[in-house]
């Protein structure tokens, strides 16, 4: 743990196993057979679900738009091949509970005809706010995993004044290695799309840090940034989790995002080295997001390698090209293993947050015996938040979540560091991760409650104004049969004062007539 003390502004961490020597030095594969269906969640991303446009039977081309965003924190999403459009229905999600989840299902028709496209003559000479509409038109995210419209960031960035674009090649979980593949044999693409990142912010430089692990990326990047004295590219130490942006930021700049924060209040964004290259191919080429490189790795995979996925292809298809072992397959993994999704089945489609398909057999996920706890503070050393593992876990475990979130408990990441080292093999992030889901469920019950509280005070009044009402109207019903019989009466007695006044006439009349 020296290194550690040594750089005052690398906190925790821990060197894990990397196995990326698998699939570092094999070129990304193109040649990936085109499925029979593409399965297209319309929710790929943080924010509302995309809203479909398109009806069953209806043809589509690639790169057509298929669902479009809804409100500002949203993207659409397009067809990644040619084809006719067989349903619009419910498809297991790509995630540990594998729910159902709104998909537009597309039968390919084998020509992957793309729509015409119309690519800028010169994409720089485009205005700021050109660049962030068209990059937002694509549907491109964030593809480090936190999948943020990055059209929105764009948009912050020039409205917060940025001062440094920070481009995130850590790439730091074992076994992925589809940025380092990305950024070997697209540097020059990737520099494109950063430029033009710096341009729709209005930013004056960019920083991309790269751990010392990948060489040949960090070289082809250096050359490739060469003639562009504003973009710096910068190795930082290999270090789990260096790919945490407020880690990564942390490192290259010295300072902290405040803990209710974003980087924008500093003066900074953080972008994914391929959300670079896919802002290259959405503004250079008008080509949506519609595939993502994936690295498919593991001890049950005979192949394994960095492929080209079109989005929406079923992860059997893609474990199939790489010649996986079912029979070996004791854990599939979408990510990389800390911080990754467990899948129970592989029959759930690639998305846009989809960097890694791992394959594990027995050999690789033997789970040791949980001993107990010798207080040796290895966890606290190794938590990168700077936060106190043991003792929230301690206090998960005693069912008091207030007190663990008052040391912490919502400002951890789940990297998985503090499992990693514990000597007594306790699962600490599990605890956190168990507290965090009952905390949501928590939450979401008292959102619940206070809408059952709302919608009864709304009841209440609605009734007690209707009660009002009928009072009112009765009284006025009351009111007005009063009036009606008081006129009524009131004719009654003219009439019988008429009557007597004639028959007083008719009496004086006889009496003359006698005399």
């Not at 499925?35 to 009806?55: N, R, S, T």
């Not at 409205?159 to 920070?166: A, E, F, S, V, Y």
């Not at 079912?326 to 998305?351: C, F, H």
């Amino acid at each position: 743990m020296l290194a550690l003390f040594e750089n005052p502004r690398l906190r925790g961490g821990v060197h894990a196993e990397e196995h990326k020597a698998e699939t570092s030095g094999v070129p990304i594969a193109l040649d990936m057979p085109l499925p029979k269906k593409l399965y297209i969640p319309v929710q790929q991303h943080v924010g509302k679900p995309a809203e479909p446009l398109v009806k069953v039977g209806e043809k589509v081309l690639k790169g057509q738009l298929l669902a479009y965003s809804q409100g500002t924190i949203s993207a659409p999403v397009h067809a990644p091949s040619s084809g006719e459009i067989a349903d619009v229905m419910d498809f297991p999600a790509p995630h540990p509970s594998a729910l159902p989840i709104r998909t537009i299902i597309i039968e390919t028709d084998g020509l992957d005809q793309w729509q015409p496209l119309k690519a800028p003559d010169d994409p720089f000479a485009l205005p700021a706010e050109e660049i962030c509409a068209l990059v937002g038109a694509a549907g491109v995210v964030g593809l480090g995993g936190a999948v943020f419209p990055s059209a929105v960031k764009l948009d912050l960035g020039r409205k917060n004044k940025i001062h440094t674009l920070l481009i995130n090649a850590g790439e730091c979980e074992p076994y992925l290695t589809c940025d380092d593949r990305l950024m070997q044999e697209r540097a020059g693409e990737i520099v494109t799309g950063i430029r033009l990142m710096l341009r729709g912010m209005n930013a004056p430089e960019a920083t991309v840090g790269i751990e010392d692990n990948k060489p040949e990326a960090f070289i082809a990047m250096r050359e490739a940034c060469a003639e562009f004295a504003n973009i710096n590219v910068v190795q930082v130490p290999t270090r789990y989790p260096m790919g945490w942006d407020r880690q990564m930021l942390r490192y290259l700049t010295g300072r902290e995002i405040p803990a209710d924060g974003r980087a924008t209040d500093i003066g900074v964004v953080i972008h994914n080295v391929a959300t670079a290259h896919a802002v290259y191919r959405a503004v250079c080429l008008n080509q949506p997001l519609i595939t993502r490189v994936v690295t498919v790795s593991g001890s049950a995979v005979a192949k394994p390698q960095n492929v080209e996925v079109l989005i929406g292809t079923l992860m059997s298809e893609v474990l199939d090209f790489c010649a996986v072992d079912k029979s070996q397959v004791a854990r599939l993994i979408m990510g990389g293993p800390m911080m990754g999704d467990a899948l129970p089945i592989s029959e759930v489609p690639v998305v846009k947050a989809c960097n890694g398909i791992l394959a594990l057999s027995e050999q690789d996920i033997e789970i040791p015996e949980v001993k107990p706890c010798i207080r040796c503070s290895t966890c606290v050393t190794a938590c990168p938040v700077g936060l106190l593992p043991l003792e929230m876990a301690s206090r998960i475990r005693a069912n008091q979540l207030d007190s663990a979130v008052d040391l912490g408990l919502k400002d951890c990441i789940n990297c998985g560091s503090c499992s990693y080292v514990c000597p007594s093999n306790i699962p600490l992030v599990h605890y956190f991760k168990f507290a965090s889901g009952e905390l949501y469920k928590r939450q979401q019950m008292e959102h619940k409650s206070e809408q059952t509280k709302r919608l009864m005070d709304d009841r209440n009044q609605r009734m007690e104004r209707i009660r009002l009402e009928q009072e009112e109207e009765a009284r006025r019903v009351m009111e007005a049969r009063a009036a009606r019989t008081r006129e009524q009466e009131l004719a009654k007695q003219k009439a019988q004062q008429a009557q007597q006044a004639q028959q007083s006439i008719s009496k004086a009349d006889t009496a003359e007539e006698v005399r």
